[in-house]
């Protein structure tokens, strides 16, 4: 038990840390061409400050407007694409100008063809034909119409 410990104890002293790790990958990603560059840009800060001026009893407020100038640093990371990512990349450039040229041959022959046309003088004799069946079937328009024929018949 005491061996196993020992053991356990020297791998963990000696492994890689975190640190190691991260400064393994980062050489090895400026080898496949990794590209940190420091840029910097100028940044203006302007201040307007008011102050009150006495003149002749009377109290003007003066503004005064500085500016200050500050540098900023800060890293840009060039990625270099892999091989896999240039080749979709390709691909899909392949295919946008395939595209682009086919549409605009069929462009030049289209015609606009209109397949399907409702006719809305249909649906609007429909809906009226459904309103009256609706109201001739109806009960009550049935009896007044006996009785208006028994009415009528008597006469």
């Known amino acids: ?4 410990i020992a053991i356990l104890s020297v791998l963990t002293l000696f492994s890689c840390s975190s640190e190691r790790k991260a400064q393994y990958h980062y050489q090895k990603a400026l080898k496949h061409g990794l590209k940190v560059v420091n840029d910097s840009d100028t940044i203006r800060i302007t201040t307007l400050d008011s102050f009150p001026v006495i003149k002749h009893d009377t109290i003007f407020w003066e503004k005064f407007i500085t500016t200050k ?5 800060f890293r840009n990371v060039y990625i270099p694409k892999t091989r896999w990512q240039t080749k979709i990349e390709y691909k899909e450039r392949v295919k946008t100008l395939r595209i682009e040229g086919k549409t605009k041959w069929k462009t030049a022959k289209a015609v606009q ?3 399907y046309r409702t006719s809305w003088w249909l649906v609007l004799i429909a809906f009226v034909l459904g309103f009256v069946l609706r109201f001739i079937l109806n009960s009550t328009f049935i009896s007044r119409v006996k009785l208006f024929f028994r009415y009528f018949g008597q006469i």
């Open 1 to 4: 038990m005491i061996r196993i």
């Open 113 to 115: 063809v209109v397949k």
């Open 69 to 73: 100038d500050s540098v900023v640093f």
